[in-house]
């Protein structure tokens, strides 16, 4: 969080003057990768700052809830007073954590208040993949147990914006997959892998500063 604040005064020194929006966002994740279903909650905010008008500079701060997902394995015990196979219920949350730069570029306007946007994001990201298990710990054990992950990368990111501007401020509704890390580890294909998130946000911008008009030369 102290790396986006430092890189937010960075930028609002040399954008001194550019329209300065903040813009909060909430919004739901998926995993796109097959059968993990792993989904999750994620909230942000970036200050944007916009010089030109088809193409807007953002950095941000983002945050992912994981929602708890059930599942089971089986474990095993070498006690003969017990049954040599039991249920090991358990559950697997993930989490996300990162600070990033935005590029939001304007493909089409549709009348006086609606546009279309491309962005593209890079940031570096945390991201944890944690699996409890409840069982008998003492005498049973899972053979094959869920891998828990913990990941520090840069990542990249990429979707589609529709904007509507109103008598004050803009609302956005956005789509966007955050890739895997540039930097990937071998993944197992039999045990679960970090996600990769495909989000759906809803956002305002509130304005912070109008843009500064520069006066012609004579």
Known sequence: MRNTLLLICFLSSNT????????????????????????????????????????????????????????????????????IYAKAPKTIETGLMGI???????????????????????GLRLQKLTVNYYLNSTDYVVLNPGAEAERFSVYAGSGFEYLYILKKGRVFFQTNVITPSLRRKREQPDRLNLPVPLSFNAGYSFELKKKTVQPQKK
């Open 100 to 122: 990033y730069i935005n590029n939001r570029f304007r493909l089409f306007k549709i009348g006086g208040n609606h546009s279309i946007h491309l962005n593209f994001q890079m």
């Open 16 to 83: 001194s003057n550019a329209q300065v929006y903040l813009e909060p966002y909430a919004g739901y994740a998926i995993d796109v990768r097959p059968k993990q279903n792993l989904h999750s909650f994620n909230t942000g905010i970036q200050v944007t700052f916009s010089k030109k008008t088809n193409y807007e500079f953002s950095a941000g701060f983002i945050n992912g809830f994981g929602i708890k997902r059930k599942g089971e394995d089986s474990s095993f015990t070498s006690n003969p007073s017990l049954p």
